[in-house]
C-alpha cells in the first residue's frame, strides 16, 4: 500500500531538547511538506521541499530545521528554539501539479507535547 | 492576496440536512480548489476538487460550487449523516506551477443524530 508514514504517533520534548519527527513516504512523489496544526488555526506551512537536496521555509519555519536527502525521506527538527511546540504535525506529499486530482496525501501526524 | 477565508469556524446539522460551508480566495492566479475532510487524530484525505473552468461537481453526496466572478466556492453535504462529523479544509493553489495549497482555517462539522 502507497502511503505516507510519520512516526512517532506521539512524541513528549522536555524544555530545551531537540527532537526530530520522521516523515517516510513511497508514493514517488517529487515534493514534500510539513505543516503544523493548533485548535482554530488550520494548517500552517513550516517547510516544504520540491525536489531531493532542495527545501524552503514555509510561514512558520522558526525553531524548525528540515532535510531532504531521499526523495521517500523528509524528517523535521523541533529546536529548543521553538518556544511553544505542542501541537500536531502533519507531513504532506503531492506529485507534480497539472492533474485535478494532484492534492496532497497527508500522514497521520504526530503530537507533539512539552513536559 | 494569498489568503483563502472559511466559513462558518462551526456548524451544527441535523441528520437529513444539508451542511454549507463557504470560502474566498483573493488571488485570481488560482486554479485548482480541493476540500478535505479530516477526523480527529487523523491527517486531512482529499474530499473532492474543482478547476474553475466548470461551476460544479457533484461527486456522491458532496457539491462544491464555483463562482469565478465573486471568487468564491462551497461546499454543499447533502442528506448530511453523523459519520461525516469531521473538520473540513478548504484550500487553493496554482497548479501548473507547483505552487503551494493554501489552506483555509477549517470548519468542524457536527452531524445530530
Known amino acids: 500500500d502507497g502511503g505516507i508514514t510519520q512516526s512517532p504517533k506521539y512524541l513528549f520534548r522536555k524544555e530545551g531538547q531537540n527532537v526530530t519527527l520522521s516523515c517516510e513516504q513511497n508514493l514517488n512523489h517529487d515534493a514534500m511538506y510539513w505543516y503544523r496544526q493548533d485548535p482554530g488555526q488550520g494548517l500552517r506551512l513550516i517547510y516544504y521541499?520540491?525536489?531531493?537536496?532542495?527545501?524552503q521555509k514555509g510561514d512558520i519555519a522558526e525553531g524548525y530545521s528540515v532535510s531532504r536527502e531521499k526523495k521517500e525521506s523528509f524528517p523535521l527538527t523541533v529546536t529548543s528554539a521553538q518556544k511553544n511546540p505542542t501541537a500536531f504535525y502533519l507531513c504532506?506529499?503531492?506529485?507534480?501539479?497539472?492533474?485535478?486530482?494532484?492534492?496532497?496525501?497527508f500522514g497521520s501526524g504526530t503530537r507533539l507535547t512539552v513536559v | 492576496q494569498q489568503q483563502v477565508k472559511q466559513s462558518p469556524q462551526s456548524l451544527i446539522v441535523q441528520k437529513g440536512g444539508i451542511s454549507i460551508i463557504n470560502c474566498a480566495y483573493e488571488n485570481t492566479a488560482f486554479d485548482y480548489f480541493p476540500w478535505y475532510q479530516q477526523f480527529p487524530g487523523k491527517g486531512p484525505a482529499l474530499l473532492i476538487a474543482i478547476r474553475p473552468d466548470v461551476s460544479e461537481k457533484k461527486e456522491g453526496r458532496f457539491t462544491i460550487s464555483f463562482n469565478k466572478s465573486a471568487k468564491q466556492f462551497s461546499l454543499h453535504i447533502m442528506d448530511s449523516q453523523p459519520g461525516d462529523s469531521a473538520t473540513y479544509f478548504c484550500a487553493a493553489s496554482k497548479r501548473k506551477s507547483q505552487g503551494n495549497l493554501i489552506f483555509g482555517k477549517g470548519t468542524k462539522l457536527s452531524v445530530k443524530p
Open positions: 521541499s520540491q525536489i531531493v537536496n532542495d527545501f
Open positions: 504532506a506529499s503531492s506529485p507534480p501539479g497539472g492533474d485535478l486530482n494532484y492534492g496532497y496525501t
